[in-house]
């Protein structure tokens, strides 16, 4: 007997091939850890290759993404390893952003940078907002240009990472704005080492304009350590009053999401358990570290490794929900809009330092 399809299981069908884009092995899927190890080995590719000139300019992240999205466009997407592949791409996410709670000293920004998180404030509803406003003129993607624009105004892959879960994102929007956010963020801390030398700010005000508009934490320190280390101290500074603010902007979409209604029903949006580890982290080593116990430089730099690491990995397990065949269409407005968007923060940050 042949079942004739109706229109919405044809087009069910149709999004469930393009989904996978492959001839998926026969079989049963592979353990975990098998997609986990997938995601492992392509991160190592990437930080190896970071080393690499040109590479280097982009960073071990952004690097991944991009040997992940080329994996899937001539290889497809590996379905028998998709289970740990979204393990690590959801649940080492989430480790990874409680590890990071590590480089945050809230003492720090409070007794020192309290100036800086009202200008921090300013930066992420100047950037959130002006990259909604373009996106809607170009007609660009508006949940790509979200992600976009908080990257933009918070910390960079962290925020993206953090805000993702909340609200819904798919995973290829969040890989495509962190890749997009490592491009534009490295082009610009390039572009402030060589402005440095033309413009007329101290060190200590070039330090602290670079932290306050720059994307990732290591665009700031890219950008700042030609200045010198007090420029590079007070550009961090500035970054990680940014990185604090992103407790409360999580707050504030969950709160958003869950009253936002669709045909008059509401949202529901599970608690982001992992934005406590965040703080708890935080708090160790705002307050435990070094005042009541004392960790070696080294462990300390090694959980840092770890966190952006998995980061990475997590990254990899992103991308490679990105089709090639795609990007072109849905990035390119995006991509315009945040270029404008973050040509107008250097500008208000520069007057505003």
Same mark, same amino acid.
């Given at each position: 007997m042949i079942k004739i399809l109706g229109g919405g299981e044809i087009m069910a069908l149709k999004e469930h091939t393009k989904t996978e884009n492959i001839s998926a092995p026969s079989g049963k899927e592979t353990p975990i850890l098998a997609g986990v190890f997938f995601t492992l080995i392509i991160a190592v590719l990437g930080y190896g290759l970071a080393y690499l000139p040109g590479f280097n300019i982009i960073g071990p992240m952004a690097t991944s993404i991009l040997l992940a999205v080329i994996y899937r466009h001539f290889f497809g997407y590996p379905v028998h390893l998709k289970k740990g592949i979204q393990f690590t791409a959801k649940i080492l996410l989430r480790v990874a952003i409680i590890f990071y709670g590590l480089k945050l000293n809230m003492l720090l =920004?409070?007794?020192?940078? !309290?100036?800086?998180?009202?200008?921090?404030?300013?930066?992420?509803?100047?950037?959130?907002?002006?990259? #909604?406003?373009?996106?809607? #003129?170009?007609?660009?993607?508006?949940?790509? &240009?979200? #992600?976009?624009?908080?990257? !933009?105004?918070?910390?960079?892959?962290?925020?993206?990472?953090?805000?993702?879960?909340? #609200?819904? &994102?798919?995973?290829?929007? !969040?890989?495509? &704005?962190?890749?997009? =956010?490592?491009?534009?963020? !490295? =082009?610009?801390?390039?572009?402030?080492?060589f402005m440095r030398n033309f413009i007329r700010l101290s060190e200590i005000d070039y330090g602290i304009w670079s932290g306050v508009s720059l994307h990732e934490l290591a665009h700031v320190a890219l950008a700042a350590a030609p200045a010198g280390e007090e420029a590079l101290a007070m550009a961090l500074l500035a970054k990680l009053g940014r990185v604090f603010l992103l407790i409360p902007l999580c707050f504030i979409l969950m709160f958003w999401m869950k009253h936002k209604t669709s045909n008059k029903i509401k949202t529901k949006v599970p608690f982001p358990w992992f934005l406590i580890g965040f703080l708890a982290m935080s708090f160790l080593n705002s307050f435990i570290i070094n005042n009541v116990i004392h960790l070696p430089k080294e462990v300390l730099d090694g959980v840092s490794l770890l966190s952006t690491f998995l980061l990475t990995m997590a990254m990899v397990g992103l991308g490679v929900n990105i089709d090639l065949r795609e990007l072109h269409v849905k990035a390119l407005r995006p991509l315009i809009a945040v270029m404008i968007t973050s040509i107008l923060l250097s500008v208000l940050t520069f007057f505003i330092v």
């Open positions: =920004i409070f007794q020192e940078g !309290t100036t800086l998180l009202l200008k921090g404030v300013l930066v992420i509803v100047f950037s959130i907002t002006i990259m #909604l406003l373009l996106a809607k #003129l170009f007609k660009a993607d508006h949940d790509l &240009s979200v #992600l976009i624009g908080i990257g !933009t105004g918070v910390c960079g892959a962290a925020a993206i990472a953090a805000v993702s879960p909340i #609200l819904k &994102s798919r995973d290829e929007d !969040t890989a495509m &704005s962190v890749g997009i =956010i490592a491009l534009i963020g !490295t =082009i610009f801390s390039i572009g402030y080492t």
